[in-house]
């Protein structure tokens, strides 16, 4: 692992306690059962929320992630529910991992066929994993159902982008969303700009300078300035010494995005 990680990592052991712990908490998805963790701020609520969508990690891999982004979001008035998808961290169990599904459609058809079936699954049942999501949050005594916004890095932002175009929520954050992925799958940069010309909430997109690819950002964001939808993009400065670290900017560099982030939910999502 890189310098970025291990400063996360380090900054996770200082935060109080009380902060680090999650909620683990189940909802169905369809005939599945689903796991996610929840973070909520000090107080009864009702308060604003975030689903915040993961990225293809395998495993447990989301954990820290999830675990370093709760504490920044609930010490900022915001319930964070981040929902394991299907194949996933605590969702394991629940179907087959898509990293594993992309892998073997490429063994079988190559890159097209690794990329038509990523389109397919973030379109089809991991977006269906994730609005089942929302649909457990808005019932919550503690969350206000007017003021759910998503977010999401890399898998996560595509995931993104694609809810923001479905509805229900009152702002997007998408964090390198495709950058992987972009330039080797058109079907891709197909998906995503239907989604954004689409999009029913304003969309904030960022990056880290060194991220893998900075088109997903910049394609995006022009879109949906050419079809008069609410939009931010920031690039911000490099994160670590590689592109992987840039890429992980979005679950760990909150000490640079926080203001800009929380700047935009509180403008979007005052309802």
């Not at 200082?14 to 701020?41: C, D, N, Q, R, Y």
């Not at 190559?110 to 609005?131: I, K, N, P, W, Y």
């Not at 759910?148 to 964090?175: K, N």
Request: glycine fraction near 12%; charge should be neutral; proline fraction near 6%.
């Amino acid at each position: 692992m890189t310098k970025p990680y291990f400063v996360a990592r380090f900054a996770l052991l200082l935060l109080p306690s009380v902060l680090a712990v999650a909620e683990t908490v189940t909802f169905p998805s369809g005939e599945i059962t689903l796991h996610g963790v929840l973070f909520k701020p000090e107080g009864t609520g009702p308060f604003p929320a975030v689903i915040y969508n993961h990225g293809s990690a395998p495993g447990m891999m989301s954990k820290d992630a999830f675990a370093a982004l709760g504490p920044v979001f609930a010490s900022h008035g915001w319930v964070f529910f981040g929902p394991y998808r299907r194949g996933q961290g605590l969702s394991a169990s629940a179907g087959a991992y898509i990293g594993d599904q992309i892998a073997a459609a490429e063994k079988a058809g190559g890159v097209s066929a690794a990329a038509a079936t990523m389109v397919r699954l973030l379109e089809t049942d991991h977006l269906d994993d994730q609005f089942a999501a929302l649909a457990w949050l808005r019932k919550q005594s503690f969350v206000q159902p007017s003021r759910i916004a998503v977010a999401g890095t890399s898998f996560g932002g595509i995931e993104t982008v694609l809810g923001v175009e479905r509805g229900g929520y009152c702002a997007g954050i998408d964090s390198a969303g495709g950058a992987q992925s972009w330039a080797q799958a058109p079907k891709l940069q197909s998906l995503m700009t239907r989604a954004v010309r689409n999009a029913k909430a304003p969309i904030f997109f960022f990056q880290a300078a060194n991220d893998f690819d900075l088109s997903p950002s910049k394609t995006l964001s022009a879109e949906m300035s050419e079809v008069g939808k609410t939009y931010k993009l920031k690039i911000f400065p490099p994160y670590g010494d590689s592109p992987r670290d840039g890429h992980s900017f979005g679950y760990f560099g909150a000490d640079v995005w926080a203001e800009d982030v929380f700047g935009f939910l509180n403008q979007h999502c005052t309802k």
